[in-house]
């Protein structure tokens, strides 16, 4: 056969299965079934592509042979190291049966130290009912399983980063498109399992730009395996830099393709005495020294206070606010990506009790011209339920248990926690020292390193380490190579308001121009005031008027059962703390020089950004894939927002005596 016969007899191909897949579609709509999969003969199928997610001889088996065995993944896990990270890059998630078995795999054979990097990507995730059906499938992976599902109902559009097994298995799932997906990848990967489904059914998965992606994402010696022989598949991955060979195939199939990039790969390690001192002790700097130590950092956590999450991180309770334009711009995305992350890490750290954290729900209302237009454009995307739907008013007023005038976005997930009690989850491990009433007041680079210097109590100290992170507020200027950033203090109240029978009522947490959460313990919070260029951590009775006034825009009705004129503004309870802001909203996150990085700026989402911020961190500075797609890295990075020349020149600045 002739190469330029090829496509005309593929697209003839691939016509018939565009009509099994409409004849499909008709039987389901009679049938009243799932439009995007069903189960035929014990088998999970997909009417989209016409093609079933497993092996019928033995899913689990082939997994196994095609994959594991394909990239000779056991010897390999074997060999590595103390600290070292081995990286897998992933075409078509599916059931997530590659991944579980990986996971297996690395903990039989790989030292407990190592940790496995995982990156998969998947345009049509299966919902909570095919993919505990499906995984049911296999016993054998139950307790791996488990984790799984659990996660799964934090997915969000985009790049979703879950941990395991104590942070030593590492899940990067990316809901999108793979051509688009692939280039973004920070990192290198190991071994390429190529699994989306049949090559002449779902064509998209199997072009000339994915394989190149996959080759620039990969570094000397990656190997990849797929199941697939065809020709033109295996010509793409040779012209991709690819070297191909054929192997039999598993069960039925004739034959299968594995292969390799030339050359050997070098090692990725992060030295196994790796030390880390984090400036901070508010929820940037918690979650900085989480993600450190799950990397086997030793961590020195410096905080000014006498106890951690003393400033904005102090505040008796927060609320989890994912607040989105329809845009969906590099800002949206990474606020999407960092909601999915901080629920799931919740759910490890901070387990719904109604006590320190409660999954109440959140009501975005559309209460003005603008919040309308909004609302309504993200109404129009396809979301999935789980994370938001769009509700009228009637709809709102029954999820809150309150009557509200207007409708607006539904964020089941949502609720409140209390910012203290998650800082407290995010430290304690052994492998961070607390240093509580430590004033940091100087950093400058040394040897090979970064040397701190500071007070306590009068008395003079200094901390080494190979790596710093500072996550204070906005006073950052006694940091030479910070000096220049252009933080700026966000002063914010919040008013505590004693809650009557009618407001006992309220289910959900409830945003307009401020927001109102659900009586706890008899007290409603509402929020916040913002005033720039004020440090004063007074209350103000004006802030508590001005935090009351928004009370009308959730809900009239409210308002007038509360008596919010006649309340005694004197003996309201409430707190003000400090914010830092940075202009355009986004905060300073990544490296600014070798060994420094910043989690800065997080301002009013500082409870959703902080904790994806510091596991980007980490897994920058232990040398391993990114959690985030190389436009958002890039664009919270501060070395690449301030000029190079001018963080260079501080970083030396400052006293680097030793003591």
């Known amino acids: 056969m ?174 999108g498109d793979v051509a688009e997906v692939l280039p973004e990848i920070c990192g290198s990967i190991d071994a390429w399992f190529l699994d989306g489904f049949s090559p002449a059914r779902n064509p998209e998965m199997w072009t000339q730009m994915v394989f190149g992606s996959a080759v620039k994402a990969s570094r000397p010696g990656t190997t990849f395996a797929t199941y697939t022989c065809a020709g033109w598949v295996r010509r793409g991955l040779e012209q991709a830099g690819f070297q191909v060979s054929k192997f039999p195939g598993f069960g039925r199939k004739r034959e299968m393709m594995r292969g390799n990039l030339p050359g050997s790969p070098p090692r990725r390690t992060h030295a196994a005495s790796a030390t880390a001192i984090v400036i901070g002790g508010g929820i940037a700097g918690c979650a900085a020294a989480s993600a450190l130590a799950m990397r086997g950092f030793s961590i020195t956590l410096i905080e000014h206070a006498p106890a951690l999450a003393a400033a904005a991180s102090g505040n008796p309770h927060g609320i989890l606010h994912a607040r989105l334009s329809a845009g969906m711009n590099l800002q949206q995305r990474f606020v999407l990506a960092s909601y999915g992350h901080t629920l799931a890490l919740l759910d490890e750290k901070l387990p719904i009790d109604g006590i320190a954290r409660a999954e109440c729900g959140e009501l975005q209302l559309a209460f003005s011209a603008e919040e309308k237009k909004r609302i309504d454009k993200l109404a129009a995307l396809d979301w999935p339920p789980h994370i938001l739907q769009y509700v009228n008013a009637a709809e709102a007023s029954r999820l809150a248990g309150i009557e509200l005038a207007h409708g607006g976005l539904w964020f089941p997930a949502g609720g409140w926690l209390v910012p203290p009690r998650i800082c407290a989850a995010l430290a304690e491990n052994s492998a961070i020292v607390q240093r509580v009433g430590y004033r940091a007041e100087s950093l400058a680079f040394v040897d090979a390193g970064w040397h701190v210097e500071g007070t306590h109590h009068g008395q003079a100290w200094t901390y080494e380490a190979q790596v710093v992170v500072v996550c204070t507020g906005y006073q950052v200027k006694s940091f030479a190579p910070l000096a220049h950033f252009p933080l700026t203090a966000v002063r914010g109240q919040i008013t505590m ?163």
């Open 2 to 175: 002739r190469d330029q016969e090829i496509p005309m007899l593929l697209n003839t191909f691939q016509n018939l299965v565009w009509f099994q897949k409409l004849c499909i579609c008709f039987s389901d709509i009679a049938l009243n079934t799932s439009p995007d999969t069903c189960w035929q003969d014990g088998q999970l199928f997909s009417r989209r592509y016409g093609d079933v997610y497993f092996s019928g001889d033995c899913g689990l088996g082939e997994k196994r042979y095609v994959f594991l065995q394909g990239n000779r993944l056991a010897e390999r896990f074997a060999s590595l190291s103390n600290e070292h990270t081995f990286a897998i890059g992933e075409t078509g998630f599916g059931t997530g049966l590659n991944f579980l078995c990986a996971w297996q795999l690395f903990d039989k054979h790989a030292s407990s130290r190592a940790s496995l990097d995982f990156f998969s990507v998947e345009k049509s995730p299966l919902d909570e009912r095919d993919l505990i059906d499906a995984l049911a499938l296999w016993p054998e992976l139950r307790q791996y399983a488990d984790g799984l599902v659990a996660r799964w109902p934090r997915r969000v559009p985009g790049w979703n980063r879950w941990c395991f097994g104590g942070g030593r298995i590492r899940l990067t799932l990316v809901v």
């Open 497 to 659: 308001v004693p809650a009557t029978p009618y407001s006992e009522n309220l289910r959900t947490v409830v945003c307009a121009g401020g927001y109102l959460a659900p009586s706890i313990a008899g007290t409603h919070m509402m929020g916040a005031t913002h005033s720039f260029n004020d440090e004063s951590v007074d209350l103000r009775a004006s802030d508590h008027v001005a935090n009351l006034s928004r009370l009308r825009e959730i809900s009239p009705s409210l308002a007038e059962a509360m008596n919010i004129n006649s309340l005694d503004l004197d003996q309201l309870g409430g707190r003000a703390a400090m914010r830092a802001s940075l202009p355009g909203a986004l905060p300073l996150v990544g490296k600014l020089l070798p060994g420094l990085y910043t989690s800065l700026g997080h301002g009013t989402r500082g409870l959703l950004t902080a904790t994806l911020s510091g596991e980007m961190i980490a897994a920058a500075a232990a040398e391993q894939l990114l959690p985030l797609p190389a436009a958002i890295v890039n664009v919270l990075s501060p070395g690449r927002r301030f000029t190079a020349a001018k963080v260079i020149s501080n970083a030396g600045r400052g006293n680097s005596k030793r003591q």
